[in-house]
């Protein structure tokens, strides 16, 4: 007797655990995720569905926007590989010290559509490689 109540348990405590990982799984897929787009594929989309996502791409060259005195910047947001299609970014808050014309970003936020601009609450650069090959040249 003692054999089946042992694996009454390991059975109860398995489906315990699967249960358990499949709700995690399920809140992971839920309205709290984002997409992780870049500028063409975000263009491509509903705008409706662009309320909660993260887009990379390239800071043009041209269009670079910065308050007086304040912080933040509006700038062009462009596709790495097709430079055609821009999305404008409007960013309200410390820029990082890379931050510049060419360089590569993440901003998350959502689209506007009735401005037609892309509101960002973050704003991350992209390490340039010299900086990393430089790093792996002094530790190594």
């Known amino acids: 007797m003692k054999k089946n109540s042992s694996k009454g348990i390991y059975a109860a405590a398995l489906v315990l655990f699967l249960g358990g990982l499949g709700y995690?799984?399920?809140s992971g897929?839920?309205?709290?995720?984002s997409y992780f787009l870049n500028v063409s594929e975000a263009m491509a989309m509903e705008p409706g569905r662009l309320h909660?996502?993260?887009?990379f791409g390239t800071v043009a060259a041209d269009?670079?926007?910065s308050p007086q005195g304040g912080l933040g910047v509006k700038f062009k947001l462009e596709?790495?590989?097709?430079?055609?299609k821009t999305l404008w970014v409007d960013f309200k808050g410390a820029v990082p010290d890379t931050f510049k014309p060419g360089a590569e970003v993440i901003v998350?936020?959502?689209f506007d559509s009735a401005s037609g601009v892309?509101?960002?609450n973050s704003l991350m650069t992209k390490c340039p490689s010299k900086y990393e090959k430089q790093?792996?040249?002094?530790?190594g």
């Open 24 to 26: 995690l799984v399920i």
């Open 29 to 33: 897929l839920g309205e709290n995720s």
């Open 52 to 55: 909660k996502v993260r887009l």
């Open 63 to 65: 269009g670079l926007e």
């Open 79 to 84: 596709d790495k590989d097709n430079t055609a």
């Open 108 to 110: 998350e936020g959502g």
């Open 118 to 120: 892309f509101g960002a």
């Open 135 to 139: 790093n792996r040249e002094k530790t």
